[in-house]
């Protein structure tokens, strides 16, 4: 449980700066602000989150979409996005996908 903050990479512009709180009740908020697109504000989003079975990921519910997205939790202060299939994205260039704990 926390909140998690960092700068994810993004296709169409110069990066996605991505708070997600994660609530001890099962849902989350995440806030996503596109850097040097649109008017700066963050685009938030709502849901429920449930650990896999064997805890090697979080799946994390849209409330208004019916699709998911999925995290990693490397220890207790990193999160790292996985692809829409629960693996590790597959990069060679560097990118950052993690988020650290600020909370």
Same mark, same amino acid.
């Given at each position: *449980?926390g909140? +998690?903050t !960092?700068l994810l990479?993004c296709a #169409?512009? @110069?990066? /996605?700066?991505?708070?997600?709180?994660?609530?001890? #009740? !099962?849902?989350?908020? *995440?806030?996503s602000v596109?850097?040097?697109?649109?008017? !700066?504000?963050? $685009?938030? &989003?709502? !849901?429920k989150?449930t650990p896999?079975?064997?805890?090697? +990921?979080? &799946? $994390?519910n849209?409330d %208004?979409?019916g %699709? @998911? +997205?999925?995290?990693?939790?490397? #220890?207790?202060n990193?999160l &790292?996005?996985?692809? %829409?299939?629960?693996?590790?994205?597959?990069t060679? @260039?560097?990118l %950052?996908?993690?988020l /650290?704990?600020?909370?």
């Open positions: *449980m909140t +998690f !960092g990479p #169409d512009c @110069s990066g /996605i700066d991505t708070k997600l709180t994660v609530n001890a #009740d !099962g849902t989350f908020v *995440m806030e596109y850097k040097g697109k649109g008017d !700066g504000k963050p $685009f938030v &989003e709502k !849901g989150w896999s079975e064997d805890l090697a +990921f979080i &799946e $994390f849209y %208004n979409k %699709n @998911s +997205f999925y995290y990693a939790l490397i #220890d207790r990193t &790292e996005k996985l692809d %829409n299939q629960a693996k590790p994205i597959a060679t @260039s560097g %950052n996908y993690c /650290i704990k600020k909370e």
